[in-house]
């Protein structure tokens, strides 16, 4: 389990996290989304032991992460901006991360090799962006960590890689109970393989649910109302639009609620249309000032 | 649960050693070179029938030791230092390390000793094969190969600590650079900026370099304090000469230096290490890496910048407005605001890598400025007296004067007699009291260059040097030239100028007893107005002696050294060539010394040019039938009409060597006043 209790980082007088708390269950797979500049990657940095946090705590199985050689032996990240040394082939950086990773699998490896097709002696300097990401994951994978820890994992992999990796993510999560925490952009994917998420912004976690609590939380109406009517003010909805006289309506309850709410006005048609990850981000985010705005360039 | 870590880390270890190895490989590479050529010249000297000492090859690792080990050191340090702790430079690096599996310390450790590895292979490489050259040749001497090991161990580990310290304080490799040279050469650097600052405001004092504070500065003094000392057997010889080719020990000199900045070392990795635990991984890339440094940074810089920068401002603008060689104050200190404020914001763009530094940084500017005013005004006015100090006579071990005037015509001497050495302070003192007279440009003139160092207990104190301006006139009103040419020609100077190798034929700390023997002469650039000829005169020890006699008569007569200031502005404008003679007299010795129960002798040879003054000289020199009607000394001037004559497509040249001059053996040695002068 991943715990993180009231951190606060600063850089030069800017707050990145600001009283972050999260938790993050042992076996699940928790996406960390969040606009740009929200503090994910500061938080993950935190969390893998490169930061040190100002404030608060950061803990691993109840242990802490900073300096802890054995507990950070059992975790693995592949940061967005992953490193290998310049020269390094796949190879070389294998033999690295063995030294270090003391359950790193060289059969598993070697079973890497057939999904990752990889010439493992060329320098992996010269390799396309995704084929490096590609041995990220074969390396990290290889590594056998009880915590895996990613950041925009799967930038540059192509449709059939990021399945495939993904794939290989929840094998593990199943098989061995890894703990994953991802941090993404993409919400869609997200929404395929977490079972959790938290929404960070501003270095504050909005909202940390399970997938399907999220879901409930949120509801997404099409509604007619009466004689062409059109929504009650007093209907305290977040975000509201209209084709013709079908009404969209984003509403933060369940969905049996709001349609006894709506039943009040006893409109034409009350449909409830299952919420996306995305629109759950968007719209919540959206509460605290972040939304797509219509500038007129 | 917490335990099990560690702090050594084989992997990365073996990592570190594998990716540089061209650094360790290249650096081994060359220094095997260096066996190589030894073997080779061993092989050519056997070959030749020199068989070599083990003491010899001792001296020639203790010479390595001194001279090359601190300064190749401080260079591979930096390039060992960079390839170990590069990529704490690069945020992405520096990532990837720390969220290894592997605590800061165990990173610490590791990466040190890597490092040390790397620096101490190639010297461990040479090192083997010297010892295997000297077992091959029969000149291994254990003693003086453990310490030269000693001492590359002391120095390496020196120099990579400070290279690690300076990594940990920096956030990218040019800050590393800048701030490496900088923290090896900041004493050296600061001692010269002051002592420019200084010589800007005060007459007669210039660049300093006493070394007060050279201990900062580890290469020069190392380079400068520790050198081998060779003790050589000594063996009569039927003919009295002394044969001293065998070395019988060859010592160290002050090596514990290396003992001592080893241990600093420890305390500079041990600084390293705690800078390292609070070093924020962010700081990649920026110049300083540490917080409490950057204000030291910036006001540091502009600092240095100020007073480099304000003075070279003030040469290019201002100087040429100068009546002599003291630098207006006003000017100068608006010049070094001017160079301080630049500093200053060039260490503000440093520090936040950007050129917007402009906005909220008035009074940090501000306080730069009043900063540069302040230390130029405070300097200007002179707080502490240092133009017009003068030491008390009584409390100089020896006073050395040098005195030279527009024809190179010169005079050099060290003094002991209090009495005369008072005569030198006030005609000092007089000087600095005309100083704005003599310390002008404007106008038709002459200088003379007055150069004086004070010693205490056998080490050179302090010095000073002035520029006289003088004219005929000037030399007939003012005091301290009137003092000046008192000085010149008086006996206890000129006796020492003319024969000063004589009283110290070792130098100043001997102080053995020697015999001194004259053993003959040689008048040179004679003149046969029959024949036309210049030729030179051998001399007798008799006639030697009779010269010697004349010679200090003339000293005593106060001959020598008129002809010092003498110039073309004088009513007679080739006063100096007419006045001169173009030829030297020598004088031989041979000086006997006594060392360790037996006699050494060496061979010293006194030169010197003499005037029409020297009468008595000349006249001794008619007397032992040297000089007649027909066999003449040419005066410069005549000289120059002869060899004009003599061959009318040469252009007469102005001034030979006509300074007096001593030397040793063959080798002509000038007045240690001469060799010490201002740069």
């Not at chain 1, 915590?147 to 990021?162: N, S």
């Not at chain 2, 203790?62 to 590069?86: D, E, H, K, M, N």
């Not at chain 2, 407005?321 to 104050?329: C, H, K, R, T, V």
């Not at chain 2, 600095?432 to 004070?454: C, F, N, W």
């Amino acid at each position: 389990m991943i715990q993180v209790q009231d951190t606060v980082k600063r850089f030069d007088g800017f707050t990145a996290l600001d009283g972050t708390t999260l938790s993050v269950p042992a076996g699940c797979v928790y996406g960390l989304v969040g606009p740009n500049g929200a503090g994910k990657s500061t938080l993950i940095r935190c969390l893998t032991g490169i930061y040190r946090q100002d404030e608060g705590d950061l803990a691993i199985d109840g242990q802490p992460v900073w300096e802890n050689e054995v507990l950070k032996s059992r975790v693995a990240a592949i940061a967005d901006d992953w490193y290998y040394f310049p020269q390094a082939s796949l190879r070389d950086m294998c033999r690295f991360y063995r030294g270090f990773y003391p359950s790193f699998s060289m059969e598993r490896y070697e079973k890497l090799k057939e999904i990752f097709q990889i010439d493992e002696k060329r320098p992996l300097r010269r390799l396309s962006k995704g084929m490096q990401k590609q041995a990220a994951f074969w390396l990290t994978l290889s590594a056998m960590p009880d915590y895996l820890v990613l950041d925009e994992p799967v930038d540059g992999l192509d449709p059939v890689m990021r399945r495939q990796v993904w794939s290989l993510v929840l094998g593990d999560v199943a098989q061995r109970g890894t703990t994953v925490l991802v941090s993404s952009h993409n919400l869609r994917e997200l929404e395929d393989v977490c079972d959790h998420v938290g929404i960070l912004d501003h270095g504050k976690v909005l909202l940390e649910r399970s997938l399907a609590q999220l879901q409930d939380n949120m509801v997404k109406l099409q509604v007619v109302f009466k004689d062409g009517g059109g929504v009650p003010e007093d209907l305290n909805v977040l975000h509201a639009s209209h084709i013709g006289r079908i009404h969209t309506l984003i509403m933060r309850m369940s969905a049996a609620e709001a349609q006894n709410r709506l039943a009040v006005y006893e409109p034409m048609l009350v449909d409830a249309v299952p919420l996306t990850l995305e629109e759950i981000f968007i719209y919540e985010l959206g509460g605290a000032d972040y939304a797509v705005k219509d500038i007129v360039l | 649960m917490r335990s099990k870590t560690s702090y050594f880390n084989p992997t990365l270890f073996k990592k570190n050693l594998t990716r540089f190895w061209p650094l360790w490989g290249g650096a081994s590479a060359l220094g095997a070179l260096i066996p190589l050529a030894l073997f080779m010249i061993l092989v050519e000297d056997r070959f030749a029938g020199f068989g070599g000492h083990p003491l010899e090859f001792t001296h020639s690792c203790y010479v390595a030791l001194c001279y090359f080990v601190p300064t190749i050191s401080l260079l591979y340090a930096a390039l060992c230092a960079l390839a170990v702790w590069g990529w704490l430079y690069n945020p992405r690096s520096v990532g990837m390390m720390h969220s290894l599996p592997v605590t800061r310390k165990g990173l610490f450790v590791t990466n040190a000793l890597s490092g040390l590895s790397m620096m101490l292979i190639p010297y461990a490489v040479t090192g083997a094969l010297v010892i295997l050259v000297s077992l091959v040749f029969g000149l291994f001497e254990p003693v003086g190969i453990l310490v030269t090991i000693l001492g590359v161990l002391a120095d390496s580990f020196f120099y990579f600590a400070s290279a690690t310290l300076v990594v940990f304080l920096t956030g990218n490799p040019f800050a590393f650079a800048a701030f490496y040279f900088i923290f090896h050469f900041l004493a050296t650097g600061a001692e010269w900026l002051v002592s420019q600052l200084m010589a800007a405001f005060y007459f007669g004092v210039g660049f300093v370099n006493e070394g007060v504070i050279e201990f900062l500065s580890p290469t020069i003094y190392l380079t400068r304090r520790l050198h081998p000392d060779v003790t050589y057997q000594t063996t009569s010889t039927p003919d009295g000469w002394i044969d001293n080719g065998v070395p019988t020990a060859v010592e160290l000199s002050n090596g514990y230096l290396l003992l001592v900045y080893a241990l600093v070392g420890a305390v500079l990795l041990a600084l390293a290490w705690a800078l390292y635990r609070r070093r924020r991984s962010e700081s990649a890339g920026d110049v300083v890496a540490v917080g409490w440094m950057k204000p030291i940074f910036r006001y540091g810089v502009a600092l240095c910048a100020a007073a480099a920068g304000g003075i070279l401002l003030y040469g290019v603008l201002f100087s040429s407005l100068e009546s002599g060689s003291i630098a207006n104050p006003v000017y100068m200190a608006t010049c070094m605001a001017v160079a301080g404020v630049v500093g200053y914001y060039i260490a503000s763009m440093l520090l936040v890598k950007s050129l917007r530094v402009f906005q909220n940084s008035l009074p940090g500017a501000l306080a730069t400025a009043a900063a540069a005013l302040i230390l130029c005004f405070t300097v200007a006015a002179d707080p502490a007296g240092v133009e017009s100090w003068l030491p008390e006579a009584d409390s100089l071990e020896s006073l050395s004067l040098y005195v030279s005037g527009p024809y190179g015509r010169s005079l050099g001497a060290t003094l002991a007699d209090k009495a005369t050495i008072q005569k030198v302070l006030d005609c000092q003192a007089a000087i600095i009291a005309e100083k704005d007279v003599l310390d002008d440009s404007r106008g038709e003139k002459h200088y003379a260059h007055v150069y004086l160092t004070y010693r205490q207990n056998g080490r050179r104190t302090a010095w000073r040097s002035y520029d006289l301006r003088f004219t005929p006139e000037l030399l007939e009103e003012s005091d301290a030239l009137i003092r000046l040419q008192g000085v010149l020609t008086d006996p206890v100077v000129q006796e020492d100028n003319i024969f000063g190798i004589l009283s110290h034929p070792f130098g100043y700390s001997d102080d053995l007893q020697n015999e001194i023997r004259l053993t003959g002469g040689y008048v040179g650039d004679v003149y046969d107005t029959q024949t036309q000829e210049i030729y030179g005169s051998d001399l007798l020890p008799e006639q030697a002696k009779a010269l010697e006699t004349a010679v200090r008569r003339d000293i005593q007569a106060g001959h020598f050294g008129k002809t010092v200031l003498l110039t073309n502005l004088m009513p007679d404008e080739n006063a100096y060539h007419n006045i001169a003679y173009f030829g030297d007299l020598t004088l031989n010795y041979t000086v006997t010394k006594l060392e360790e129960g037996k006699h050494r002798t060496y061979s010293r040879t006194v030169s010197f040019g003499i005037s029409v003054y020297c009468t008595e000289t000349v006249k001794a020199l008619e007397d032992m039938g040297v000089l007649d009607g027909t066999h003449k000394l040419l005066t410069m001037a005549e000289h120059g009409a002869q060899q004009a004559q003599q061959y009318p497509s040469d252009v007469p040249y102005d001034s030979p060597s006509d300074g007096p001059y001593v030397s040793a053996g063959s080798a002509v040695v000038y007045p240690e006043e001469a060799m010490h002068g201002p740069a």
